[in-house]
Every structure is written in structure tokens, then in C-alpha cells.
């Protein structure tokens, strides 16, 4: 059974570093892309980043281009989002997502197929 186990989320203050993980089960992570989207309170789920299968191309959101970085571990079937210089208008329940590509490249604007829980992530003094 596909299975994706977001962690890593938390508190921090603004200006501050979380670094999430998206652990992959059930499933060959080499042939997916991952997507990291986030939703906030009364807003609308919207696109974070993106990884292809390989990890040769990301994608990024403008408002968190030059801040986040995608990185993914197929090894250890693990997909990481780095985030820096967080902001409280960061906050939100961020999920990731999986979506069979095969050694495409394609990875921003598809619908996903396969979802995690989510992790909570609050900026905030």
C-alpha cells in the first residue's frame, strides 16, 4: 500500500529553519515526482515545490523561491523540503504528494495522486 509519512514540523520563530521529510512506503520512490503543498486557515491548498523522479528539476512557488530547497533521497525512499528564513505567513499544514511520472521530468501544475497527512508548521514569536 502506498504510504507517505510527512515529519519535521514545529514551531519556530520568524527568520528561523525547519527542515520536513516526507518518508515513502509501499511503493519505487524513483518513479515519482513529489510535490510539497501547504494550506492555511480559511485559504485555498496551494503549491509549494516540486521534485522530479530523478531529481534533476525542481520547481518553486515565488513566495519561497531563494528560501526552500527540494532534495530528495530515493536510497532511502525520503524526500526533504529545507525551509529558511521562515516567515509567519508560512504558516499552514504543509503535505506532500506523490505522482507517477516514470523518468519524466515533469512535476508543477499536475494533480497528485497520493497524499500524506500533513505536518503542522508555525512561525510565530
Same mark, same amino acid.
Given at each position: ?10 514551531l ?15 511503493f ?17 491548498r496551494?503549491?509549494? *515545490? ?5 531529481g534533476?528539476?525542481?520547481?518553486? /512557488?515565488?513566495?519561497?523561491? #531563494? !528560501?526552500? @530547497? $527540494?532534495?530528495?533521497?530515493?536510497a ?8 529558511? *528564513?521562515?516567515k ?8 506532500? /504528494?506523490?505522482?507517477?511520472? #516514470? !523518468?519524466? @521530468? $515533469?512535476?508543477w ?17
Amino acid at each position: 500500500q502506498l504510504q507517505l509519512v510527512e515529519s519535521g514540523g514545529g514551531l519556530v520563530q520568524p527568520g528561523g529553519s525547519l527542515r520536513l521529510s516526507c518518508a515513502a512506503s509501499g511503493f519505487i520512490l524513483d518513479y515519482y515526482a513529489i510535490g510539497w503543498f501547504r494550506q492555511a486557515p480559511g485559504k485555498e491548498r496551494e503549491g509549494v *515545490s516540486c521534485i522530479s523522479s530523478s531529481g534533476g528539476s525542481t520547481n518553486y /512557488a515565488d513566495s519561497v523561491k #531563494g !528560501r526552500f @530547497t $527540494m532534495s530528495r533521497d530515493n536510497a532511502k525512499k525520503t524526500v526533504y523540503l529545507q525551509m529558511n *528564513s521562515l516567515k509567519p505567513e508560512d504558516t499552514a499544514v504543509y503535505y506532500c /504528494a506523490a505522482l507517477e511520472t #516514470g !523518468r519524466a @521530468t $515533469m512535476c508543477w501544475g499536475y494533480e497528485y495522486d497520493y497524499w500524506g497527512q500533513g505536518t503542522q508548521v508555525t512561525v510565530s514569536s
